[in-house]
């Protein structure tokens, strides 16, 4: 079992950046792959950008791509999401998930990860 707890939302102005945080609890956060999730009014959770367990393979949805950038500590057991360049279409809620099976890919589908946080709201304003 994983427990996560999202942190680093806020409201920002177009083009400036924030960083989220995803904290783990367990000692097994190595053993997942992790991905960041976002979830706008009316619409469907989509992928943002994943990373495997090591952190050595990420994937990202190709509208933030060159503009976010997802990293891991295995050390303290958190996954982070710099995000930078915002634009007001990024509004949304953030949600960290694990995912157990994937050793070095990275997986996109909501339908595959085993645990999600509560998430963080980001809104960038025009």
């Known amino acids: 079992q994983v427990q996560l707890v999202e942190s680093g939302g806020g409201l920002v102005q177009a083009g400036g950046s924030l960083r989220l945080s995803c904290a783990a609890s367990?000692?097994?956060?190595?053993?997942?792959?992790m991905g960041w999730f976002r979830q706008a009014p009316g619409k469907e959770r989509e992928f943002v950008a994943g990373?495997?367990?090591?952190?050595?393979?990420?994937r990202y949805v190709d509208s933030v791509k060159g503009r976010f950038t997802i990293s891991r500590d295995n050390t303290k057991n958190t996954v982070y999401l710099q995000m930078n360049s915002l634009k007001p279409e990024d509004t949304a809620v953030y949600y960290c998930?694990?995912?157990?099976?994937?050793?070095?890919?990275?997986?996109?589908?909501?339908?595959?990860?085993?645990?999600w946080g509560q998430g963080t709201q980001v809104t960038v304003s025009s």
């Open positions: 998930a694990a995912e157990r099976r994937s050793n070095t890919m990275v997986v996109v589908t909501t339908a595959q990860y085993d645990y």
């Open positions: 990373i495997s367990r090591s952190g050595s393979v990420t």
């Open positions: 367990g000692r097994t956060f190595s053993s997942y792959a």
